[in-house]
């Protein structure tokens, strides 16, 4: 299985500085049409868990600008700007690239 | 607008069996792969195992600590996701979730409650 290894953040954050959360996997996610497959997730407290980004880098429907996704084939960044109190939550990497998919263990970001 | 309504959690004993549903709509249910997602309280999501769509002949795969013991199938008449849980233990106490998803999009429910005690 792939192994995905994430980050812990200095909490808390200032609202409007920028967070970085980082993943890592233990094989490439690239995969032969050349996309990387890493979707990054929110989960706000008390609720299910959102799609932030997929392909590594490209933002899910709806999602703020503020959010950006980037990264190699094993190491991935998600950048936060300008953090606002409704970001605070647990972020989780999830690769698709093969069955099984994995998630990483989740990193918390909590706003000052 | 997607809607997914997990339902079938609740106690039961070690050993014991549940089934889980998942009610969709919204979308055209036999168009998409969906999933099992289940997180134990305070911990990371664990993918379980996926149902492909109507064009891949809804075939499956498994998260190999569950294969065996879980099976997903879908009733594509009444656009409903099922996982059928047997000798359940202790550690399968979670919040399971459904999802929809394809290489752009994840929507998972809200999730139903399963906890395995004595």
């Known amino acids: 299985d792939i192994v995905m290894t994430q980050g812990v953040l200095p909490n808390p954050v200032p609202s409007g500085e920028s967070a970085s959360i980082t993943c890592r996997s233990s094989?490439?996610?690239?995969?032969?049409?050349?996309?990387?497959?890493l979707n990054w997730f929110l989960q706000r407290p008390g609720q299910s868990p959102q799609l932030l980004t997929y392909?590594?880098?490209t933002r899910a429907s709806g999602v703020s600008d503020r959010f950006s996704g980037s990264g190699s084939g094993t190491y991935f960044t998600l950048k936060i700007s300008r953090v606002r109190a409704e970001d605070a939550g647990v972020y989780y990497c999830q690769q698709v690239r093969e069955y099984p998919l994995t998630f990483g263990s989740g990193t918390k970001l909590e706003i000052k | 607008e997607v809607k997914l309504l997990e339902s079938g959690g609740g106690l039961v004993q070690p050993g014991g069996s549940l089934r889980l549903s998942c009610a969709a709509s919204g979308f055209t249910f036999t168009d998409f792969y969906m999933s099992w997602i289940r997180q134990p309280p305070g911990k990371a999501p664990e993918w379980l195992g996926v149902?492909?769509?109507?064009?891949?002949?809804?075939?499956?795969e498994y998260n190999p600590s569950v294969k065996g013991r879980f099976t997903i199938s879908r009733d594509n008449t009444q656009n409903i996701l099922y996982l059928q849980m047997n000798t359940l233990r202790a550690e399968d106490t979670a919040i399971y979730y459904c999802?929809?998803?394809?290489?752009?999009?994840?929507?998972w429910g809200q999730g139903t409650l399963v906890t395995v005690s004595s």
């Open positions: 094989k490439s996610l690239v995969y032969k049409d050349g996309k990387t497959y």
């Open positions: 149902i492909r769509n109507k064009a891949n002949g809804y075939t499956t």
């Open positions: 999802e929809i998803i394809t290489t752009t999009f994840a929507y």
């Open positions: 392909w590594m880098s």
